[in-house]
């Protein structure tokens, strides 16, 4: 099963939002969220809420391809995120999400008995290829007690 296969089947919201993963690696995840006319603002474009949970699960992808080995002892954790919205965004739109720390040094940090926390961040784009917002989550790896 895929980052994105997972990140489906476990969290509702995505579903709900029709999120299409393009593509889920430890290097970086590419979420797209198709324009529905249910998830529109007062202007016609995505509501801030749903491009925030377009980004936030594109950050939870990338976390999931470069730790789900250490699933089996520490559980993923957002601690906190900041988005800024950059240019008014229309159609679809697509996420981007990178690694902001090298995996090997999260894990060894967790290796040392330590709770690493590490930033993702996102671009979110529309079909032109315009930035129309940014957010760094920053996450955990919360070893299981």
């Known amino acids: 099963m895929t980052a994105g296969e997972m990140l489906a089947a476990t969290v509702p919201m995505v579903r709900t939002l029709n999120l299409e993963f393009l593509e889920t690696t430890a290097e970086r995840a590419v979420i797209r969220m198709p324009d529905q006319p249910d998830y529109h603002n007062h202007v016609g474009g995505p509501h ?6 377009l980004a936030e699960s594109a950050s939870g992808a990338i ?5 789900g080995d250490q699933l089996s002892r520490a559980v993923p954790l957002a ?3 900041e988005i800024g919205y950059k240019k008014l965004a229309m159609g679809e739109v697509t996420a981007t999400a990178t690694l902001g ?3 090997a040094e999260v ?14 961040t996102v671009e979110i784009r529309r079909a032109d290829g315009a930035v129309t917002g940014e957010m760094t989550v920053i996450w955990t790896l919360r070893p299981h007690s």
């Not at 976390?63 to 730790?67: G, L, Q, R, T």
């Open 107 to 120: 894990v060894a940090e967790l290796d040392a008995g330590e709770r690493p926390e590490f930033p993702v």
């Open 48 to 53: 801030a809420g749903a491009m925030f949970t």
């Open 63 to 67: 976390v999931i391809a470069a730790f």
């Open 101 to 103: 720390r090298p995996a």
């Open 79 to 81: 601690v906190r995120a």
